[in-house]
């Protein structure tokens, strides 16, 4: 929809108190997570959510959405059934809730014969397998007549017709698999293998990572560059809970280097996962059995090589696979080229643990937490207090599309009693829960500490000459001034000073939307001063950084914790959300069945794939599109003409990058980022 802004000298300030906040077009639900959990209210759980997502705000009123979605979800399902018949023998994922989305599509008739066209060839391929041939002629003759009739009782009746016998198609191949199915399955799960992982892949194009997960270059790799490239930081001081030596040190990176040479050239880096602590370990039902799950909350020792050229790589030195020294926890490093067998597995038993914790920190801190949740009550007190024509309304309402509805649908069907995360993560359903709204209330850095400047000074990890392999760090950075750029020269054309900022009583109610106790509940948000402690906007430089922090969150910062899921997590001997035996306690006695062990079971590994695959693959929207005409004021124009050319140069300096950087990373390309966090 076009909107007019006014010009920057439009009208006096309004001087309407900012403490009597107006009616609400949005109203909070605070208890939504103890209730999912059938808990009493709890202060641990408390989290502004919306009461329900308005209608313009639902991502299913999105003809681009749903379909980017559902052609994401039909080749999940696809892959899924390709697999059931060809590994297990058998029984069929149940293709009738995807036949039942026709509904929603019913305006986009293109849509809905490729809809069917889809489903169809998964059925005749299943059919195909049993030596039958389905009689599909009549489905495909009405999906015709649906997509040429004008009338739309008639096209209601026929889809309707074609669901019947989709279904029908769909129950009689179960019935001819579902026989040899159960047999099949007694036996699949009792000696795993890399290939048994690896075929779970059908349809789906098997991850690159699935070719070179066991290399110690992967897994640092990830530190920098992963789905979860947030947590490394620069240590300073060997910690007392590590004591790692220089013997250690030194049978991975030479006789020449040293802890404590490695600490004064800023080259020792660490990831500490102590904050999974907190989490209560849960259990997942196995046909009969009731199986349990392992959590280890790590702590991963990497050095940057020695030297003074460019490209030098991060390597991994040690792994204690809990926060306690003991002898039942011991150091494991990096195995040498004269190491036994039960050396390796029991190192590659170690690299698991850190990349089981690492996936539970990034699902519930990173991703859930600090995007998901952490944008919901922004967005919802935009939504109440800065509605058109205010311009800092209008430019932030691209960058909460359908973020509402995405946070709605995920409590209520993926982080739910028996959802997929309850499933699949390491701890309990409400462990997890108080793990994610943790990092949404400011773990590990508040609001006014978050900007990504300040995060990467703060992990000690932003000198490139240091830790020259750091792409995340890098492309971000760049993203980040470029979005500085634009909302600065925005904001810039409604604001001619801090007087401006302080005396508009709507950007004033936002704030304090935002930190009320019965509204948003954010901290550390604002500027507060001695003489006046109520959070407010006081300073157009503060707005800009603010401002630019969302727009960065919404965008760039959820697509680099969101996008590589796809590729990193879906394969699950690189990165599982649970293990399923306890962390080696020794260097001796490790056989590669023991490593088996701690990977899930295929069933828990399909789940996981399927959601990793669908939420890291629906690219919809674009950073700095906002539509035709979306902004009529001129001097808007000309900034957001200025931000898409520097977006364009930096899609190209990313792959220049990606030509001589030891580890590629196009994460961040300005063409994937979508605009919101939609998915």
Not at 182 to 206: G, P
Not at 486 to 497: E, H, P, R
Request: overall charge negative; proline content about 5%.
């Amino acid at each position: 929809m076009t909107q007019t802004l006014p010009p920057d000298d439009s009208s006096e300030p309004n001087e309407k108190k900012a403490e009597a906040l107006p009616d609400q077009k949005y109203t909070y639900n605070h208890n939504a997570f103890a209730q999912m959990l059938a808990k009493q209210p709890d202060a641990k759980l408390t989290y502004p959510i919306a009461s329900a997502v308005a209608f313009d705000d639902n991502s299913l009123t999105k003809g681009g959405w749903i379909r980017d979605v559902v052609s994401i979800l039909l080749r999940v399902q696809a892959n899924q059934a390709m697999y059931d018949v060809a590994i297990k023998g058998g029984f069929i994922f149940s293709l009738i809730w995807y036949v039942r989305l026709s509904r929603l599509l019913s305006e986009n008739l293109g849509w809905i014969e490729r809809l069917y066209k889809a489903l169809l060839w998964v059925i005749q391929w299943l059919y195909k397998k049993f030596g039958e041939t389905p009689k599909s002629e009549n489905i495909q003759q009405d999906v015709n007549t649906i997509n040429t009739s004008t009338d739309a009782a008639e096209r209601k009746q026929i889809t309707e017709m074609v669901e019947k016998r989709v279904v029908g198609m769909v129950s009689d191949v179960q019935k001819k698999t579902s026989k040899k199915a159960l047999k099949h399955q007694t036996t699949l799960d009792s000696k795993l293998a890399f290939k048994d992982y690896q075929d779970l892949f059908q349809t789906i194009y098997l991850p690159t990572v699935a070719h070179r997960a066991l290399e110690d270059r992967v897994f640092a790799s990830q530190r920098v560059a992963g789905v979860n490239p947030l947590v490394i930081q620069r240590l300073t001081t060997i910690p007392e809970k590590f004591p790692i030596t220089d013997t250690d040190y030194q049978t991975v990176m030479g006789a020449e280097d040293s802890l404590e040479q490695a600490i004064q050239e800023n080259r020792l880096y660490i990831a500490d996962y102590e904050v999974l602590q907190e989490v209560q370990l849960g259990t997942v039902q196995d046909g009969n059995k009731t199986v349990q799950k392992y959590l280890c909350h790590p702590i991963a020792l990497f050095a940057v090589e020695p030297g003074d050229y460019p490209n030098r790589k991060l390597v991994p030195v040690a792994i204690q696979c809990y926060q306690k020294p003991s002898s039942d926890n011991p150091i494991f490093t990096a195995p040498s080229l004269h190491a036994s067998a039960s050396e390796r597995w029991a190192w590659q038993m170690a690299k698991l643990t850190v990349q089981i914790a690492d996936s539970n920190y990034h699902e519930l801190i990173s991703h859930l937490g600090r995007t998901h949740l952490w944008m919901e009550p922004i967005a919802i007190a935009t939504y109440n207090q800065l509605e058109a024509p205010h311009p800092l309304g209008i430019l932030l309402t691209p960058h909460f599309e359908g973020t509402l509805y995405i946070n709605d649908s995920a409590t209520k069907g993926l982080v739910n009693r028996g959802g997929t995360v309850d499933k699949i993560a390491a701890g309990t359903l409400e462990s997890s829960v108080l793990l994610s709204l943790k990092g949404a209330k400011g773990y590990p850095f508040a609001f006014n500490e978050s900007s990504l400047p300040k995060t990467l000074e703060h992990r000690g990890v932003d000198d490139a000459n240091a830790l020259p392999d750091y792409p995340y760090r890098d492309d971000a950075l760049l993203l980040w001034d470029a979005i500085h750029n634009w909302v600065s020269g925005y904001l810039k054309i409604f604001y001619a000073d801090d007087v401006k900022v302080l005396n508009d009583a709507c950007l004033q109610n936002w704030i304090a939307e935002l930190v009320a106790s019965d509204r948003g509940q954010m901290t550390e948000i604002g500027e507060v001063t001695e003489e006046d402690p109520t959070p407010r906007i006081r300073t157009l430089q503060y707005l800009i950084e603010a401002v630019t922090l969302i727009i960065f969150t919404g965008s760039a910062q959820h697509a680099a914790v969101n996008f590589p899921q796809s590729s990193l997590m879906t394969y699950m001997p690189n990165m599982p959300m649970a293990g399923y035996r306890e962390a080696p306690k020794s260097v001796t006695g490790i056989q590669e069945a023991d490593y088996f062990d701690l990977l899930p079971s295929l069933a828990q590994s399909e789940n996981q794939l399927n959601m990793t695959y669908l939420l890291g693959s629906v690219y919809y929207t674009q950073l700095g599109i906002y539509g035709d005409r979306y902004f009529t004021n001129e001097l808007v124009n000309g900034c957001l003409q200025v931000f898409n050319q520097r977006l364009a140069e930096i899609e190209l300096e990313i792959k220049a990058r990606n030509e001589k950087r030891p580890t590629h990373y196009d994460v961040l390309l300005p063409s994937k980022i979508p605009q919101s966090i939609n998915i």
